[in-house]
């Protein structure tokens, strides 16, 4: 079983950058991809990026290209989601997930999931 522990969400202008942090407990972090998801109150949940074990690839939302960079270090069990050019509608819960299927951009296919960190980004 892998535990998901997210950080450093907050408060942040418009424009301005913010890394998230999601930690992973146990030895087994290199089996699993990793993905961030993030929900807007009465919205539904969506892909913002995914890694593969290796960190060799990485998976984006069309909308967010550009901005948003996924990254991993395995000897740390932690993936990193660094976010610039921030937006109002940025706003939300993000949430960190791992899973060792391929379809990385379905929440569904993730078996594994963090408490979530709030992003607000103000105008």
């Known amino acids: 079983q892998v535990q998901l522990v997210e950080s450093g969400g907050g408060l942040v202008q418009a424009g301005g950058s913010l890394r998230l942090s999601c930690a992973a407990s146990g030895r087994t972090f290199n089996i699993y991809a990793m993905g961030w998801f993030r929900q807007a109150p009465g919205k539904e949940r969506e892909f913002v990026a995914a890694?593969?074990?290796?960190?060799?690839?990485?998976f984006y939302a069309d909308s967010l290209k550009g901005r948003f960079t996924i990254s991993r270090d395995n000897a740390k069990n932690t993936v990193y989601l660094q976010m610039n050019s921030l937006k109002p509608e940025d706003t939300a819960a993000y949430y960190c997930?791992?899973?060792?299927?391929?379809?990385?951009?379905?929440?569904?296919?993730?078996?594994?999931w963090g408490q979530g960190a709030q992003v607000t980004v103000s105008s």
């Open positions: 997930a791992a899973t060792r299927g391929a379809a990385l951009s379905r929440p569904g296919n993730y078996d594994y």
């Open positions: 890694i593969r074990r290796s960190g060799g690839n990485t």
